[in-house]
């Protein structure tokens, strides 16, 4: 298996997605539930199939169904879209995606959170 999803169509880390998201894996219909504009049952059934035969997906037969779960840490496939969405949209700057989030949400964060955001940075000071 690839260290990471790149190798993967956008279709194929959809369904990662969702997999990911479930704690207890997930069924073909948990997982079409999850897609934006899902194909047909058997579509997701291929890539499915696909992406087990990759290395990328386990399944364990639940009844008359399979529940697929990752075989790779969810932290790997975090670092993973998180390596994209800044190489897409941020440059590979990852002050202007805290900044970007900041802007965003900076009206929801409570004190705590600003506390604790803080810390993290002050930890990232001390360990350069």
């Known amino acids: 298996m690839t260290s ?8 194929q880390r959809q369904i990662m997605d969702a997999v990911h998201r479930s704690d207890d894996g997930a069924t073909v219909a ?15 059934r291929t890539m499915l199939l696909r992406l087990e035969d990759a ?31 800044l190489d897409t949209f941020y440059r590979n700057s990852p002050i202007q995606a805290v900044a970007a ?9 409570t004190e705590e959170e600003l506390s604790e955001l803080e ?4 930890e990232a000071r001390e360990e350069r």
């Open 30 to 44: 948990e997982i079409r539930e999850e897609l934006p504009d899902p194909p047909s049952e058997s579509a997701v």
């Open 55 to 85: 290395g990328y997906l386990r399944h364990v037969k639940e009844g008359r169904r399979n529940r697929y779960h990752p075989t790779g840490s969810k932290e790997r496939a975090r670092d993973s879209a998180l390596s994209r969405l």
């Open 4 to 11: 990471d999803y790149e190798a993967l169509s956008a279709r």
């Open 119 to 122: 810390e993290m940075v002050r």
């Open 101 to 109: 989030i900041l802007d965003r949400s900076a009206d929801e964060l």
